[in-house]
C-alpha cells in the first residue's frame, strides 16, 4: 500500500477501508483448521485471519432504537455529561440494541434507563458474562439485557473490562434483581463487581478454584472406550473454529 | 452468640461438628437428623443462663422433601419467626452451558433440554429461537414446525403446571392432590413420548424446526386428551379452591406486590398474580402467537393463593391453544410441507424412521448416502460431525415459560459450536425472591412461599 494515492485511481469504497483497517488488526488464526499437531492438508496452510476491528453502526439505528439513544443523550447531557462519553459505541445488529458502556458510567446510565420515563427499563433480565480470549485488552464482558414494560422494548448494556483489571460496579441498587446474577458472573468468570453486598460464589464450592467458564478454564472429562476405540474428552476433539 | 440446630438431614454449619451435638464456631451445635426436637428444648432450657437463645439457626435442606429438589434453606428463627432467610443453591450444578461450548449448535439442544427438566421444549424452543436469529432464518422455518412448537410448548407448561400444583398440595399435606395432578401429567408425558420418542430430555426442538413430524395416531391421542382435561382440571380445582385448609395456608401468604417483581426481576405467575397482565406470548410473540386466541389470566392478591389460581386458569388457556394448535395440524396438508428448514446446509438430510431396532435414519436415505451419492455421503458425514457455521454475533431471544421469562443469550464467533449459550432461567431470578416473601413470617408460611415460586433445581443451577 502506497502512501499516495494516484489522482486517477477512484476513491475506495467502503469495504475497501473495512479491509485495510482489518490488515493493521493482530492475526487471531493461521491455516484452515488451526491444526498444531499436524500438517494442513487443506491447501490454506498460508492463511492468516486477522481480527475483525470492532464494529459499530453510524445513525440512523432504525426501529425505536433512534428514539432511546435521542431521550439517553438528552437526559446524560442534562446531568452534565455527554453520550459519547458515557457510550463507547453502539451496535444495532439482527434487530437488537447493544449499548457499549464505559464502566464508570455504568450505573449512572443504568439509573436513568430505569427511571426516565421515555426510557423506563424497568426490568433487568440479569448479567451474562462473556470471555472473549482473543480480544486483548478486553477480554470480559458483561451483558445486561433490559426490558421496558411501559413501552415493550429491550435493550442490551455491554461492558467489557480488561483480564488483568477486572472490576466492574455493581447494579445492585439499581436492580436488586441482578444479585445473584452477578455472583453468578464472578463464580463463572471472575468479573469483580466492586459494591455488591455480598460477592460470593454461588453454584461452584466456596473453596472452589478458578472461574470454570472461561475459555482458559479446561473442560476436562476422560476418554469413552467402546468395541477397542477410544473417542476422546470433548474438549481434545477436532475444532472447526 | 447463636444457637444453631443443624436439622432436617442438612449438614452442620462451618466449624460444627460432623455428628452429635457439641460446641462449634458459631455456638452451640445440637443435631436432630431424627427430628427429636424435645431434647433440644430440654438442652436449650437447661443451657439458657449461659447463652443467647434467642436465635435459632436452623438448615432446611439441601435433602428436604418441601424444598423442592436440592435447595437449601438457611433459617434464623425467633421462636416460630423467620427473622433472615438465605437460599443456598448449587448442589445441582451441572456445568451445561460450558459443555455446549464444546459441542455443535445442534447438539447443543441435547444439553439445554436437560436444564429445567420440568419444561424442557421451552428450553429447546429458546435455544433454537437464538440459533435462528443468529442465522437469520427466522423467515424461513415452516409454517408447521412453528405450530408443532406451540403445540408442544403448550402441552409442556399444562404438565409443568401439573406438578407445580401437584407439589404444592403434596408439601401442604394434601397427598391426593399430588396424585390427581401427576396422573394427568403421566398423561402428558405420554404423548410426549409417542411424538418425540422420550418422556423428558425430548431434543425435539432442532434448529431449524423440529426433528420429526407427528406420528401416526398423535393427533387422536391429544383430541382424547383434550377432551377429557378440562374435566380433570376442574375435579383438580374442585378439590383446592375452596379447600379451608388449602386457603388458610396460602391467602395472604407469601406476598410480593408489582415493585417487589420488578425489583426483583420476578416474572411468569408470579407477576400475573399482581395484576399485571405481562405475557411475552402476547407482548413479543414469537413462534406465531400473534395468530392464536387465547387471555392472559391476572389475579390482584399478591398471595400464593393468587399464583396458584393463575397457573390453573393458564391450563385451560392453554388448552384453547392446543386445539386451535391440532385443528391447523389436522387442516389439509399442502404436498411437501416440511417440518425442517430446506436449507440443506442447516437441517439434517436424514429423515428418521422406526426400524426394527428403533428410530434411527430412514431405509431410503442410507441407500441414498451409502449406495448412491458420494456427494450425499460426504454432505451428511460433514453436517453431522462438522455442524453448520453460524455468523458473527450475540442475540438474545426470550419465551414465556411456566415459570416467566426463560432468555437465551447466544454469541457466535463464527464456528460450528456456540461461543456461549446462557440461559436466563426464571426459577434462578424468582428464587431471590423467597427472603422477600417469607422474612418476617412464620416458618410454616416458608413452604408455600417457596412452593408458590416453583423453583426448579435443575434451572436454577444448570
Not at chain 1, 433512534?66 to 455529561?81: N, S, Y
Not at chain 2, 436452623?58 to 428463627?77: A, E, F, I, K, W
Not at chain 2, 427438566?117 to 415452516?142: Q, S, W
Request: with cysteine; proline share 7%; charged share 25%.
Amino acid at each position: 500500500m502506497s502512501e499516495k494515492t494516484p489522482p486517477n485511481e477512484p476513491e475506495p469504497d467502503e469495504a475497501a477501508l473495512a479491509g485495510r483497517e482489518r490488515l493493521n488488526e493482530q492475526v487471531v488464526r493461521t491455516g484452515m483448521f488451526g491444526t498444531q499437531t499436524t500438517g494442513d492438508t487443506s491447501g490454506y496452510g498460508g492463511l492468516q485471519v486477522r481480527r475483525a476491528p470492532p464494529p459499530f453502526t453510524p445513525r440512523p439505528y432504525g426501529s425505536y432504537f433512534d428514539e432511546v439513544a435521542d431521550a439517553l443523550t438528552a437526559r446524560l447531557e442534562a446531568d452534565g455529561g455527554g453520550f459519547d462519553e458515557a457510550v463507547e459505541r453502539v451496535i444495532v445488529d439482527r434487530g437488537e440494541l447493544t449499548l457499549h458502556v464505559r464502566r464508570e458510567h455504568l450505573v449512572a446510565v443504568a439509573r436513568l434507563l430505569r427511571d426516565e420515563p421515555p426510557l423506563a427499563f424497568e426490568l433487568c433480565g440479569g448479567v451474562s458474562g462473556v470471555h472473549y480470549l482473543a480480544d486483548v485488552g478486553r477480554e470480559l464482558h458483561a451483558v445486561y439485557h433490559l426490558v421496558s414494560i411501559t413501552h415493550n422494548r429491550r435493550l442490551r448494556l455491554e461492558v467489557s473490562v480488561p483480564d488483568a483489571d477486572p472490576h466492574v460496579p455493581s447494579v445492585v441498587s439499581v436492580y436488586p434483581t441482578c444479585n445473584w446474577h452477578e455472583r453468578e458472573t464472578w463464580d463463572f468468570f471472575g468479573i469483580v463487581f466492586d459494591g455488591h453486598p455480598a460477592l460470593t460464589r454461588i453454584e461452584m464450592p466456596d473453596d472452589w478454584k478458578g472461574h470454570p467458564q472461561r475459555k482458559d478454564y479446561p473442560l476436562g472429562g476422560i476418554p469413552v472406550e467402546y468395541r477397542g476405540a477410544t473417542v476422546p474428552p470433548p474438549d481434545e476433539r477436532r475444532s472447526y473454529t | 452468640m447463636t444457637t444453631q440446630a443443624s436439622g432436617m438431614g442438612g449438614p452442620a454449619a462451618d466449624g460444627a461438628p460432623a455428628d452429635g451435638t457439641g460446641e462449634g464456631t458459631e455456638g452451640r451445635v445440637y443435631n436432630v437428623a431424627g427430628g427429636d426436637w424435645d431434647e433440644v428444648v430440654r438442652a436449650l432450657q437447661d443451657g439458657a443462663d449461659q447463652e443467647d437463645t434467642e436465635h435459632l439457626v436452623v438448615n432446611m435442606g439441601p435433602q428436604h422433601p418441601s424444598t423442592h429438589g436440592v435447595l437449601r434453606l438457611v433459617l434464623t428463627l425467633d421462636g416460630e419467626t423467620v427473622t433472615e432467610l438465605r437460599p443456598v443453591i448449587g448442589y445441582l450444578h451441572t456445568g451445561i452451558e460450558k459443555s455446549m461450548e464444546f459441542r455443535t449448535w445442534t447438539q447443543g439442544v441435547t444439553f439445554c433440554t436437560r436444564a429445567d427438566y420440568l419444561a424442557p421444549i421451552f428450553n429447546e424452543t429458546v435455544y433454537c429461537l437464538a440459533v435462528e436469529k443468529l442465522l437469520g432464518v427466522e423467515a424461513e422455518v415452516p409454517e408447521r414446525a412453528s405450530i408443532l412448537r406451540v403445540m408442544m410448548m403448550e402441552l409442556n407448561r399444562i404438565a409443568s403446571h401439573m406438578t407445580a400444583i401437584g407439589t404444592f398440595g403434596l408439601e401442604l399435606g394434601a397427598t391426593t392432590v399430588f396424585l390427581y395432578a401427576v396422573r394427568e401429567r403421566e398423561r402428558i408425558l405420554d404423548l410426549f413420548e409417542l411424538i418425540t420418542g422420550l418422556r423428558m430430555n425430548h431434543a425435539y426442538v432442532r434448529p431449524g424446526g423440529v426433528s420429526q413430524d407427528l406420528p401416526r395416531g398423535a393427533l387422536d391421542a391429544i383430541r382424547e386428551f383434550l377432551g377429557r382435561m378440562p374435566h380433570q382440571l376442574a375435579e383438580l380445582r374442585s378439590l383446592m379452591d375452596a379447600n379451608p385448609l388449602y386457603l388458610a395456608r396460602t391467602k395472604n401468604v407469601a406476598y410480593l406486590d408489582l415493585a417487589g417483581c420488578m425489583a426483583l426481576g420476578v416474572t411468569g405467575p408470579l407477576l400475573r398474580g399482581t395484576g399485571l397482565p405481562w405475557d411475552l406470548r402476547k407482548s413479543q410473540p414469537y413462534c406465531g402467537y400473534e395468530t392464536y386466541d387465547f387471555e392472559v389470566p391476572t389475579q390482584d392478591t399478591c398471595d400464593a393463593y393468587g399464583r396458584y389460581l393463575v397457573r390453573v386458569d393458564e391450563c385451560d388457556e392453554s388448552l384453547k391453544i392446543i386445539e386451535q394448535a391440532s385443528d391447523r395440524l389436522a387442516g389439509p396438508r399442502p404436498e411437501n410441507d416440511p417440518v425442517m428448514i430446506s436449507d440443506p446446509k442447516i437441517g439434517w438430510p436424514a429423515k428418521l424412521a422406526l426400524g426394527g431396532d428403533g428410530l434411527g435414519n430412514s431405509p431410503d436415505h442410507i441407500a441414498h448416502i451409502m449406495g448412491q451419492s458420494m456427494e450425499a455421503l460426504i454432505h451428511h458425514f460433514k453436517l453431522v460431525t462438522e455442524g453448520f457455521r453460524v455468523p458473527v454475533g450475540q442475540v438474545y431471544t426470550a419465551v414465556e415459560s411456566p415459570r416467566g421469562e426463560l432468555g437465551c443469550h447466544a454469541v457466535s464467533d463464527g464456528g460450528t459450536r456456540p461461543y456461549r449459550a446462557h440461559f436466563r432461567d426464571p426459577s434462578f431470578t424468582n428464587l431471590q425472591a423467597v427472603a422477600a416473601m417469607a422474612e418476617g413470617g412464620m416458618i410454616a408460611d416458608v413452604i408455600p412461599a417457596v412452593a408458590s415460586i416453583d423453583p426448579v433445581m435443575g434451572g436454577v443451577d444448570r
